[in-house]
Structure formats: structure tokens, C-alpha cells
């Protein structure tokens, strides 16, 4: 390996270490000398021992590729987003799209930075990427990964909210199968990215069926976290569909094989257990069970603050605003849905702003706070209306007419009372 010396002599430093603290029991404190001054090149072992003493990523003691070919380079990226390495894996792929390089470097550079950013919940910064990674991949000939990256970019499009997810990835699903040859978990995972697609549009008999279609991909699941989404989005298609008992067992399935996982591979903390711990608490909270869901959501929140993660948090914050309403802790659950509001706001998660101005408006009006009420739900109609999102704009519409009704039935108790 091609190393940057003075990188990794200022990281030493920087690490307060010695040559021999650094060779450790691995390496001997003249091999790190000669390394460190650019007389002998270590191997990737030799390297990556230093990198973990030093603490930092093994790139930033390379120079510009550090010498290797393309196709280490992309394995090496494909490498960082299987360890779940995604912060690791941006800037790899970023310092490799500056340096330059091969058009075919270039798109897997984009393919993996977008990848790894939507994983991130930065869907902003990954949509430009994985629509660049398409069009090199398309334009160079390799139309197996133009079809992967649409295919991430359906789900990009699904976390910002854009109707067009389903549309994109369905073709890169259909795109996909015209090829041959083609992996099995490849496929599997572009099924299982129509489910979640399906899952978040609210059509849960749909979801279900890619899911479904996804399990039955001979060896395209294999590996745990894969198992663990599938589980968990089947869980909320049955919850959409009115099972509650079959949604919580699945669900339970997902959380125990997000955790294997996590034990396993001992890698940082992400947002798949949180979401579905999240998930698991509205389940318990339809099924009438507050204590088990104040115990679900609570978990869900400690885990996003471990991981980092903002986005989506949203979502949680708006089920605790509904939980402490059906406590009746009006003063509390206005509090959640005010902070679910501003955090969704942050990241433009416009459906989540519109749902949290729904609930302000129940929460408003079980206060009798009637001026404060029409203007949460005519914000929350208004907005959906703008987003063309018909269904939610219905549930929102009958949501106020239950308000409006109980209203007038309050006014005409009082009347009667004063007769």
C-alpha cells in the first residue's frame, strides 16, 4: 500500500503514541520506523493494524489511491457499506471522486456515496449521486448497476417523500429482470425496496406481496439485517391491514434479529432497531397496551439519540404526543407534537409536518382551544392538498369533521343545560 508518511506521522503524534506503542504485540517497532518514512510499504494487514492503534481510517494514511487499481478500490467501498461503515465509506468514495479517475471508478463512486448517504437519512446529498452513478453506468454499458442505483434512488425518492418512488422502482425491477445473469439478492432486495415503497404510500396489501415475493427468492435473503427489515415492514403491512396480533409477532422477530445482528457484528448502532422498537410501540398502543408502548417508544428514542440520527425521530415523537393523549396528559402530549413538528421541519419530512398538524389540531380541540384547532387543521389540509397526497388529505378531512361534530354536540349540550 501506497502511504501518505507525513499523514501518518502527524496522526502518531497527533495519538501520543511511540514506534513501539503503535507495532504493539503485531509489528515491530522498526517495521512502523520504515514504514513511517516511506522505506518500505506496508501490506493491507500491516496497515490496517496501524489504522486501528491510531484510531483513524485506514485511507487517511494513503496517498490519493494508495496505490491500488480500481478494482480494490471499489471492492474496498463495497467492503465499508456490507460493515455498515457509512460515514467511513462517504468519505472514501468522495476523496476518490476528487483525485479522479476511470469513468467506471466514477460511477461506482457515486453508486457507493449515495448508498451510503441514504443510509445516513441524507437523502438531499445521496439523490444526486445515485442519479449521476445511472447515467455513467448507462452510458458506459453496464446496465446491471444502472438498475441498482435506480433502484436506491426509488428509496431515496420514498424517504424525501416524492410520489415517483413507486414509479422508479418498479423499473429498475423490471430493468433488472431483462438481464441476464442476475443475483439472487440483488433481486430479493429491489422486492423488498418495493414493499418498504408500498408500506409508506399506506398500500399494505401491496407491501405485503412484494415482501412476500422477496422471502420466496431462492438464497436472495441471507443475511440477518436483510431478514430483519423484511420482517419488520410484513409486521406494519399487517398492522395497516387490521392484524395486530400477527403485526406484533413479526415485529418481535425483526427486533430479536436486528440484535443478533448488532451482536455479531459488533458495528455502531443504526436505524433499523429504533424504527422498528418505534413501531412495535404503536402497534402496542392500538392494542389498548400504553404501558408496554410508553416502555417500546422510549427505547426507540434512546436508541436513535445513540445512533445519531434525527431524521425519523420525527415520527416517534408524534406517536408519544398520541400515547400521552390518550392518557389524557394534554399539557405533555402537546409538547411531543410540538417537537415532532420543528424536528420533521428540519429535514423537510413535509408528511410528518402535516400528520403533527392534525394531531395539534385533536390535542387543540380536546383543550377547547377552537381558534387553534381550525388553524392546525386547515394548515395540515392545506399541505397535504399542495403534496397531492389524496388519502392522507381524506383522513385528515374526516379527522376534522369528527372534531367539528363534537364541537356542535358540546353547544347544544350547554344550550340544553341553560334552557
Known sequence: MEVDTAALRRARLDAGLSLAQVAGPDLTRQAVHLIETGKVRPTRRSLHIIAERLGVPEWTLLTERGGMTDEAAIAELEALCQRQEYPVAVDQAQRLLAAGGSDELMAYCHHYAGRALYLLARPTEAIVHLREARTRFAGSGNPWWAAESMDWEAMVLQMLEHASALRVGRKALRCYRALDPRRPETEARMLEHLGTICLGRREFEAGRQWYEAALQVDRGVRELVRMARIYHGLGMCHYGLHDLERAGELLFRAI???????????????WGLPQVEADRGVVALARGDLDRADEYLRAALDHYAAAGMERMRSRT????????HRQHRLDEALEFVVKAIECASSHEERLTVAVGYRQLGELYAARGDHDLADSAFQRAL???????????LREVMRAYEHVLADRRQARRRARSASA
Open 256 to 270: 430479536t434479529l436486528y440484535e443478533a445482528e448488532q451482536r455479531i457484528a459488533t458495528i455502531p448502532l443504526r
Open 382 to 392: 392545506a399541505m397535504l392538498q399542495d403534496a397531492g397526497m389524496e388519502e392522507r
Open 317 to 324: 415523537l408524534l406517536s408519544f404526543g398520541e400515547l400521552r
